[in-house]
């Protein structure tokens, strides 16, 4: 059985955050979380009251954080996001592979529905993207709207996804 995380990450991992989204994983970044409140920084008290109230996982480089919280906090060690995913999947057995179908939207979390039709979109692309792919997907929220679909940028993330 795969059990399918879902996550809260800590400021300053937002790279992290908007990987996880794309694999699938439901993930709330902290800093949109201090957006969505108007506060410059939230405290790790209300942090670890989200995480325990949303049932996630809180994901940190702050050793601090993690001895308060220990039972449902991953600690990161190191600066790259390669080398982040690569400790999350030794320890959690995460899966990282791309369906768009699937997946979160990077910068909102939410939801992705399939275009049907490409041409009801075709003014929000570049003239190559409509020519050449034919599978999108769209953002649900309606205050994001932001369009996917698998070219070369998913491609390069896979490539390196192999190699850790
Ligand atoms: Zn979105």
Request: proline share 1%; net charge neutral; aromatic share 14%.
């Amino acid at each position: 059985m795969v059990i399918f995380f879902k996550f809260l990450i800590d400021a300053m991992l937002g790279r992290l955050a908007r990987f996880l989204r794309i694999f699938g994983y439901d993930t709330v970044y902290a800093n949109d979380l201090e957006k969505e409140l108007n506060i410059d920084s939230i405290p790790d008290d209300n942090l670890i009251e989200y995480a325990k109230e949303t049932n996630r996982i809180l994901i940190t480089k702050d050793l601090l954080l993690y001895k308060r919280f220990k039972d449902q906090c991953f600690f990161l060690e190191g600066e790259d996001v390669y080398g982040y995913l690569s400790q999350l999947r030794a320890k959690l057995d995460l899966i990282f592979k791309i369906n768009i179908g699937k997946a979160h939207c990077s910068i909102c979390n939410s939801k992705l529905e399939e275009i049907k039709n490409k041409n009801l979109i075709k003014d929000k692309l570049e003239n190559d993207t409509f020519k050449y792919y034919n599978e999108f997907y769209q953002c649900l929220n309606s205050n994001c709207k932001k369009i996917f679909w698998n070219g070369s940028h998913i491609k390069d993330i896979e490539k390196k996804l192999e190699n850790i």
